[in-house]
């Protein structure tokens, strides 16, 4: 039987009522007020309408951090529509699979992204719209035209509580991106447990600086933050500026953020963090992989008992664990200190760790690391294999490995696929190594995580080469240009004679890592040396 419930983009309505002339959102041009950043979103709901887009239609969005990427989640939230936003940091190729993935009848793009739009036309025939948010080309509607119109207000679509509202992409370890399936219902949770969990106590005198893309974490951190009022305060520089940062938390009186590990470490090593007042922070929130015991103590020094970390997945919304400020310790051996855990069960949702037969298995015992609860999307969009993969046993499936201590506490081990993280970002390297044997020279690859103290891991690729051919460091990144995301690409690459095989034939991970270990300590060294 199907629910109604709230249609979610409704929390942008509510926020205009209440505090019409309040500021919604603060770039360095102007402040925009959150009546008019409702306006402006019914103006674009209401041309879409007249396109004939509606429930249901998916609206891909490619675009660097700014107001319309923000803007565009609830316009397709009102519409009832499916947001499909990219990582704008990915090739053409891999922005047209998502396209064509989804169906999206709408795109939405940045300025310089022109050939995406080319790439998603020539691979999707569902496409009908373009908007463009500069400078239009033939056949294209001008983005800010159509939030500049009249309109009266937009009233959003009647939806049920499992109607979807956002594809979250997520790659497997195929590295084959498969769509997340969020809902209006389960969102509406994710959003009370955040202010519940994370951010207790934020109000719309709070300000949120938006230092992660839009796209991904930082949206829902962004849409938790507008069911408050909270005004997001965006940065002029598209890269990290740790200057730049810390003195929009001075100005903006900044009481939280959303970030991972790699940008922690950047802005409080940064001399800079020590000349601005950072005293409004009350919530630096991290996640999105392990984050080094020592970086963890210079945050402590550099800005107090602030720190949030929560563990989660974009398949459960970021809702597992969360660990908060009072868990926070400098001191190892201080009574509240929990070294290597990612912290406790988010309230609403069972963390259970099962063996590979579905046995439930005691505290300090290792296994794969599972969730239920509502903020578990509702499946993967038209992929019936992966979910019965991924809801085994009638929970859903992290692919992590850890353990649970006796007070529930959690600490992650491992993990069961490929898959590392870079700077924050899922790197899968089954993807990186097909296109690399797409050099003519190249016979095999195999592409590791290791551990790295910028970046927490750092892509390796050892390369077998054809008998009598070579391809260097720079033919094979040229290799990658325009096949994969840069952050994807290999930062350090090794060339063996051959890689170790199983007696079926197949590369064996663990035995390359184990042959690469044994050097990579006396590389990094080098390297440290060197700098």
Not at 408 to 419: A, E, P, Q, V, Y
Request: with cysteine; proline share 5%; net charge negative.
């Amino acid at each position: 039987m199907l629910t109604t419930v709230m249609n979610l983009g409704d929390l942008l309505t509510q926020a205009s009522r209440r505090l019409p002339d309040e500021p919604g959102f603060i770039t360095p041009a102007r402040t925009h007020t959150w009546a008019e950043i409702n306006r402006r979103v019914d103006a674009v709901c209401a041309a879409l309408r007249e396109q004939g887009i509606g429930k249901g239609d998916k609206i891909l969005v490619h675009s660097r951090n700014n107001l319309p990427l923000f803007e565009s989640a609830w316009i397709a939230f009102k519409l009832g529509a499916v947001w499909v936003p990219t990582n704008y940091r990915v090739a053409p190729p891999e922005a047209a699979y998502l396209a064509k993935s989804s169906g999206a009848r709408v795109m939405i793009y940045d300025r310089g992204f022109e050939h995406y739009v080319d790439a998603v036309r020539e691979a999707s025939d569902a496409l009908e719209c373009v908007i463009a948010l500069h400078a239009p080309r033939t056949g294209e509607l001008d983005y800010e035209a159509l939030a500049s119109l009249s309109t009266d207000a937009f009233a959003s679509v009647d939806v049920d509580r499992d109607d979807p509202l956002w594809f979250f992409y997520t790659s497997g370890t195929t590295g084959y991106p498969k769509a997340g399936t969020l809902t209006h219902g389960q969102m509406a949770f994710v959003v009370a447990n955040h202010l519940a969990d994370l951010m207790p106590g934020i109000t719309y005198r709070s300000r949120s600086l938006v230092v992660a893309p839009l796209s991904h974490g930082a949206g829902i951190h962004a849409i938790v933050n507008t069911a408050r009022g909270a005004a997001h305060v965006l940065p002029a520089s598209d890269k990290m500026d740790p200057e730049e940062a810390w003195a929009l938390v001075q100005q903006h009186r900044v009481d939280n953020m959303f970030t991972v590990p790699t940008i922690m470490k950047m802005l409080t090593e940064h001399e800079s963090v020590d000349r601005y007042d950072h005293s409004s922070l009350k919530f630096v929130i991290y996640a999105g992989a392990p984050m080094y015991r020592a970086d963890q103590k210079q945050a402590l020094k550099k800005l107090g008992r602030v720190l949030v970390q929560y563990y989660g997945l974009g398949e459960v919304t970021g809702n597992i664990t969360v660990l908060p400020p009072f868990l926070h310790e400098e001191d190892d051996d201080a009574p509240n200190c929990r070294v290597g855990t990612c912290g406790y069960a988010r309230t609403g949702i069972d963390i259970a760790i099962f063996d590979d037969d579905g046995k439930r298995l005691q505290p300090f015992e290792t296994g794969e690391i599972c969730v239920r609860g509502p903020a578990v999307m509702i499946g993967y969009d038209n992929n019936p294999e992966a979910n019965t993969k991924a809801f085994k046993h009638g929970w859903f499936h992290t692919g992590d490995l850890g353990h649970l201590d006796r007070e529930g506490f959690l600490f992650i081990t491992g993990r069961s696929s490929d898959m590392y993280i870079s700077g924050g970002s899922n790197v899968y390297p089954r993807e990186v190594e097909e296109a690399l044997l797409t050099h003519p020279a190249v016979h095999e690859a195999a592409v590791l995580g290791m551990p790295d103290p910028k970046w927490g891991e750092l892509g390796v690729a050892v390369v077998v080469c054809k008998p009598g051919q070579s391809a260097s460091a720079e033919e094979l990144l040229a290799q990658l240009d325009g096949k994969l995301a840069r952050y994807k690409w290999p930062r350090h690459f090794v060339y063996w004679d051959a890689l170790p095989k199983s007696a079926y034939g197949k590369i064996t991970k663990k035995d390359v890592r184990a042959q690469l270990a044994k050097d990579w300590e006396t590389y990094c060294a080098s390297q440290a040396a060197a700098a």
